[in-house]
């Protein structure tokens, strides 16, 4: 098979290249740049047009359009591949992609026209869980409200969740989104002992208990959870997982936790809910313009963990993505 690959400045092309070169799949392949000198904030607003806009977000390119339209595989990261690309890809049997999501690429158009894609949400899997449960524990426990008053030079001992604080084996974790993230944080929270609350329309419910956690609808989740955890996806022009209502909803001790998207919560609502202490905490690491301005009103709160967009950020993350989707392609040929 034919395929070109198109690197970009997360996954740059001689990551492909080097995956392409040991693969027994792909006969023929050419591998090009797509915005691979841009820096990281560049490029994040690129990612963000993206996840708004859809393929049609970006024009890849003369060169790169013209051999995508001549290829049997098109292998990207965050390169779009629109409907007129698929269209006229006279050869296409196979759209890879290292991303989880697949906002890049016209799903409906290669459905129609019967092409595979094969897309990789567990790239950064591994990484997202570890740091979510880190982000609950960091929240839970005051882990950096109790560094930065020790660095202020306090010894700091009281705090706003002081006389309500448990061991997480005592508590109630929701979990929102039961794909690979969310599995991957249930399997993380197992060794803690909480029981485990699942909300998620689109699983297989027996799947569910079968990790030993109780699928419910999402307002009992709310209702009940001493920990949300969102790791649902959300569709660009899709409400917030988590509004006005949602916050409503939560017990006052209870705690929300985001690694996904920033628009999963309503960002407005969630500094209400803090401030007017409607809920105990939050830890956030994305945020809906980054980076986030001085003036952002959450960074004014004690009672919530912030980051910068770090829960994917490690090496397997991104270098060893072509990799693993080849698998799934020699895997599905197979």
């Known amino acids: 098979m034919k395929c070109v690959a198109v690197g970009d400045m997360m996954i740059p092309s001689v990551y492909f290249k080097e995956e392409l070169e040991k693969s027994q799949i792909i006969d023929e392949f050419t591998c090009k740049s797509?915005?691979?000198?841009?820096?990281?904030?560049?490029?994040?607003?690129?990612?963000?047009?993206?996840?708004?806009?859809?393929?049609?977000?970006?024009?890849?390119?003369?060169?790169?359009?013209?051999?995508?339209?001549?290829?049997?595989?098109?292998?990207?990261?965050?390169?779009?591949?629109?409907?007129?690309?698929?269209?006229?890809?006279?050869?296409?049997?196979?759209?890879?992609?290292?991303?989880?999501?697949?906002?890049?690429?016209?799903?409906?158009?290669?459905k129609e026209k019967g092409v595979k894609v094969i897309n990789c949400p567990a790239h950064n899997a591994y990484a997202v869980a570890e740091y979510t449960i880190g982000m609950i524990l960091n929240e839970l426990r005051n882990i950096t409200r109790a560094c930065m008053a020790l660095k202020s030079g306090e010894w700091r001992e009281k705090y706003q969740n002081s006389e309500t604080l448990t061991e997480v084996r005592s508590q109630t974790i929701g979990i929102i989104g039961f794909g690979t993230i969310g599995r991957l944080v249930v399997e993380r929270l197992k060794g803690f002992h909480p029981t485990?609350?699942?909300?998620?329309?689109?699983?297989?419910?027996?799947?569910?208990?079968?990790?030993?956690?109780?699928?419910?609808?999402?307002?009992?989740?709310?209702?009940?959870?001493?920990?949300?955890?969102?790791?649902?996806?959300?569709?660009?022009?899709?409400?917030?997982?988590?509004?006005?209502?949602e916050f409503g909803q939560m017990k006052e001790t209870a705690y929300l936790i985001n690694t996904a998207r920033a628009v999963a919560v309503d960002m407005k609502e969630l500094y209400h809910a803090l401030s007017e202490h409607k809920i105990m905490g939050a830890a956030i690491d994305v945020f809906p313009t980054e980076p986030v301005t001085k003036d952002e009103p959450?960074?004014?709160?004690?009672?919530?963990?912030?980051?910068?967009?770090?829960?994917?950020?490690?090496?397997?993350?991104?270098v060893k993505a072509p990799e693993m989707v080849l698998d799934m392609l020699k895997q599905t040929l197979e």
């Not at 000198?37 to 890849?60: H, L």
């Not at 959450?298 to 991104?318: M, P, R």
Request: net charge negative; hydrophobic share 35%.
């Open 196 to 245: 485990i609350l699942v909300n998620d329309p689109f699983a297989d419910e027996d799947k569910i208990r079968e990790e030993g956690c109780e699928p419910v609808t999402k307002e009992e989740l709310l209702k009940r959870s001493d920990v949300v955890t969102i790791h649902a996806r959300i569709n660009a022009g899709d409400p917030p997982i988590i509004g006005k209502e």
């Open 34 to 110: 797509w915005k691979e000198d841009y820096s990281k904030d560049e490029f994040r607003e690129v990612i963000r047009e993206i996840e708004t806009k859809g393929p049609e977000a970006f024009d890849p390119g003369e060169e790169i359009t013209d051999l995508m339209k001549k290829a049997d595989v098109i292998f990207v990261h965050q390169c779009p591949v629109s409907k007129k690309v698929i269209n006229e890809a006279k050869n296409l049997k196979y759209i890879l992609s290292c991303r989880g999501g697949v906002e890049n690429i016209d799903m409906e158009a290669a």
């Open 298 to 318: 959450l960074l004014k709160l004690d009672n919530i963990t912030v980051t910068n967009h770090q829960g994917g950020a490690t090496v397997e993350s991104y």
